[in-house]
């Protein structure tokens, strides 16, 4: 009799040890959830950031495009069109600054990958504006910030998130 009542308690004993050792994989597995999850939400606000980082920096550029052109043409003033027209949103293909800002979101053009305002493109997250502050006759301060909202990820509380770039320009005659 005692060699079946021996049984009866290994048998027990196996059976609570194998809840326990499902209890332990299954927190073990909750916590690698967590950490993909986790993962997942930091990747997306990381590649949201490098594509408003590009953004900003061809924000500048475009006005830097644009004084540029004023330096080519004969008789117009290095900063025409620059100075008192601001804020203000560019895109990348401007002659000129777009004045003023809407706050409309970027629109990305799927087949070439640009971004615009121009109709037809899918909306994106992003807003630039561009502001040009005259420090004085020869120098210039461009600020270009893209805005954007995340998803927040994990808590689901979007994030309002922000790149600023400044750069100076300097009219810098020619001997």
Known sequence: MSTQSNLKNVKGQTLVETIVALAVLMMGLMG???LLTRSFAISNFVSDSYIATYLASEGIEVVKSLIDHNGMQGGVAWNEGLVG???CEVEWSSTSLLSPPTGQTLLLDITTGLYSYQAGGTP???VRTIE???VDADHLKVNSTVTWDSS???T???IHSEVNLEDHFFNIPRP
Do not use: E, S
Request: aromatic share 6%; glycine share 16%.
């Open 85 to 87: 027209n601001c804020p």
């Open 32 to 34: 690698i959830l967590a």
């Open 156 to 158: 689901g509380v979007p």
């Open 152 to 154: 927040g990820g994990i």
């Open 132 to 134: 040009v502050v005259d």
């Open 124 to 126: 994106t997250k992003f």
